[in-house]
């Protein structure tokens, strides 16, 4: 199951009250693909989970890679700073593999829990509520498993850039001010002005509340405006 956390609060309590393994740190990653402009909130983590969880075959029919019994990582962020619950924290992860030989560690997934930035790295800007994601999530893991928590990053174990160059040496602490949870509200975020100014101008949406949720009803609305639009 996916939980998509309402705000930063919320997550922090399910860090620091859920059942969980003792972890004795983390391995951040990010998706690749998906990339942060591809996302799109809840359906994206859902359509990961359900991407994890089948087999895949080569083209003559051998599996190559085993449905596993749940998403690989416990904990995602998207580029709107969104957290999400992923495997539970209780159970060891399915994000990596100790290949190289100067792994840090021999058997990461069952010592170190999975995190995951949604997007290519590589290539896109982390967006400052995904950095602000991350730290929030740090904070509680250095609290509930203590000072020695340590971060390490999946190309540390495998042959992989993962996560991504922008968020190579990620300051887990951040001098800078963090910007506030629920400033510019009223404001799309990078990512999504282009297609938010668009869809405005198209007279598809009303150009309020970038964050809202959209209801059934809501879409149903905007796909006939489209329709009519083309
Ligand atoms: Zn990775």
Redesign the pocket.
């Known amino acids: 199951m996916i939980i998509r956390f309402a705000n930063a609060a919320a997550a922090q309590a399910y860090i620091s009250r859920s059942s969980s393994r003792d972890w004795k740190g983390l ?4 998706t ?1 693909r998906p990339t942060a402009t591809q996302y799109l909130g809840t359906v994206t983590v859902e359509a990961i989970r359900r991407y994890h969880m089948t087999e895949k075959r080569n083209a003559a029919g051998k599996v190559i890679k085993k449905a596993w019994s749940d998403i690989g990582y416990h904990l995602l962020v998207g580029p709107d700073g969104y957290i999400y619950g992923g495997r539970p924290m209780a159970l060891a992860g399915a ?2 593999l100790a290949q190289l030989s100067g792994s840090p560690v021999p058997d990461p997934n069952r010592t170190m829990l999975g995190l ?1 930035a949604i997007g290519d790295y590589d290539n896109e800007v982390p967006s400052p509520r995904l950095v602000r994601s991350l730290r929030i999530i740090n904070e509680a893991l250095m609290e509930r498993f203590g000072l020695g928590f340590k971060h390490f ?3 540390q174990f ?1 042959a ?1 850039s ?2 991504g160059a922008m968020l190579w040496n990620f300051d887990w602490k951040g001098d800078e001010e963090m910007p506030a949870e629920d400033n510019e509200d009223d404001v799309p975020d990078d990512w999504a002005a282009d297609a938010w100014k668009w869809a405005e101008d198209e007279g598809l949406m009303n150009g309020d509340e970038p964050r809202a949720p959209v209801t059934r009803e809501m879409l149903a609305m905007v796909l006939k405006r489209f329709k009519e639009l083309s």
């Open positions: 391995v951040l990653h990010h690749y994000h990596v995951c990053e999946h190309r495998q992989k993962c996560p």
